[in-house]
């Protein structure tokens, strides 16, 4: 396997580091105190979300996997126990976005099968194809769990696991994650680490992804900016998309309750969900800084406006279009919350959707879902496809949805790999 070209030096403009790597490097476990989790409350009242993210420890790892299976839809490939008894042992799996299905990944999971050897189950998720991506988030969150349910069950030799999703995918795979979470004071004295589907969480990597949704000003590019469109759009949003319109728009649930979204950004009664993200021992953001007409650079990225870095011109060496990563440390914040000023904003921005009325209330709700995720570490990788042949793909060459019209992704195929590559090698080192 070629070597690893070098990454450069990494600039963390989100805290004092600077690291140089001949391969990507990963984002650092995240260690909080662990306390309750308290239910959201009526918009008379101030909500606190409590949340707790374990520390993560690493756990001792099989080192003798024989096999690597590449699967798509359903059903685990039989060519596993070709290659020996004990089969894989860690499994990517890959989420698609809206109105997509698992041939988006094919380009994107034929490179992987060649690059990360032989332990390596590699499966496409199936189980939200189309037009199921309508039914909302946690619905599509639902099934993709018990999906993942049952490749875990079929195949016994796997310990780990990751997640790699695109777009919408990503939310998907957010509430999955919190699903599937098991946290290890609730399994006996012996258990010394937070699972995922009973498997050691390794990697959670999203490719331009609306963790912010996409209400609020240039969250949804092709909208232009314009302040008639962006009115427009909430309203309009559940007749085109369902549920998951009004979730992604943050019009969801009534006035006096918070949207799913923020719900998202700690743990609740609905949810573990960021002591879920908190096991893995990487969290990666790819997001494009331009031409992506479906996600902006801000909410794939989870940045404030004004967090947002000058993008260089000039691609890191050995990957194409990758031209930064910055690895952000966590913030210690006691938010998220929903306090009655955001609630009479959601029920203003509901019943007189003006554009200043929706203007405050996605700035009150966004503020708070970063304060919530920002409580975790990130690597934060940006592509720029301004020189690529035809840049307004950008949402789709991020991961080589078709390889012939957007193969300008090849580059963010291969550090992904790499990512993941560099991922196993700790962990494979600290069983050591």
Request: hydrophobic share 35%; aromatic share 8%; with cysteine.
């Amino acid at each position: 396997m070629a070597a690893t070209p070098s990454v450069g030096v990494l600039h963390a403009r989100c805290g004092s580091f600077t690291n140089r790597a001949n391969i990507p490097h990963s984002s650092s476990s995240s260690s909080f105190n662990t306390t309750s989790s308290s239910h959201f409350c009526s918009s008379s009242t101030s909500c606190h979300f409590s949340r707790g993210v374990n520390n993560n420890r690493w756990h001792n790892q099989s080192l003798n996997a024989h096999a690597m299976s590449t699967t798509v839809g359903d059903s685990v490939s039989s060519s596993i126990s070709l290659h020996g008894d004990r089969g894989p042992d860690h499994l990517i799996v890959l989420v698609h976005g809206i109105m997509a299905s698992p041939s988006d990944w094919t380009y994107f999971e034929g490179e992987l099968k060649k690059r990360l050897g032989r332990n390596f189950l590699i499966y496409a998720s199936s189980s939200n194809t189309f037009t199921k991506t309508f039914s909302g988030i946690d619905g599509a969150g639902k099934r993709l769990a018990q999906e993942v349910k049952e490749v875990v069950q079929k195949t016994k030799s796997l310990k780990k696991i990751s997640f790699l999703a695109h777009s919408l995918g990503g939310l998907f795979a957010r509430y999955a994650v919190a699903v599937l979470y098991s946290d290890s004071s609730k399994r006996g004295s012996s258990a010394d680490h937070d699972l995922i589907a009973e498997l050691e969480p390794i990697s959670f990597i999203t490719l331009a992804s609306p963790h912010l949704g996409v209400r609020g000003r240039k969250q949804l590019p092709f909208l232009f900016g314009l302040p008639l469109l962006e009115k427009l759009a909430p309203p309009l949003a559940p007749v085109f998309a369902g549920r998951t319109g009004s979730q992604l728009f943050l019009t969801d649930g009534k006035p006096n309750r918070p949207p799913l979204l923020l719900k998202m950004a700690t743990d609740c009664e609905d949810g573990k969900f960021i002591s879920a993200l908190g096991a893995f021992k990487s969290r990666i953001l790819y997001a494009n800084v331009s031409f992506d007409h479906m996600v902006g650079w801000r909410t794939s990225s989870i940045r404030r406006e004004t967090e947002l870095p000058k993008p260089p011109r000039r691609s890191l060496d050995g990957y194409q279009h990758i031209v930064d990563v910055d690895y952000c440390p966590q913030v210690p914040s006691d938010g998220p919350h929903f306090a009655q000023e955001v609630a009479k904003a959601k029920e203003a921005a509901l019943t007189e959707p003006t554009t200043q009325n929706t203007d405050d209330y996605h700035e009150l709700v966004e503020e708070e879902m970063i304060r919530g995720l920002q409580r975790l570490g990130w690597k934060k990788v940006d592509v720029s496809f301004h020189s690529a042949i035809w840049p307004f793909f950008a949402h789709n060459n991020i991961h080589v949805k078709n390889e012939w019209f957007h193969n300008a992704g090849h580059g963010v195929v291969k550090h992904v790999a790499d990512s993941l590559k560099q991922q196993e090698s700790s962990c494979l080192a600290a069983s050591l």
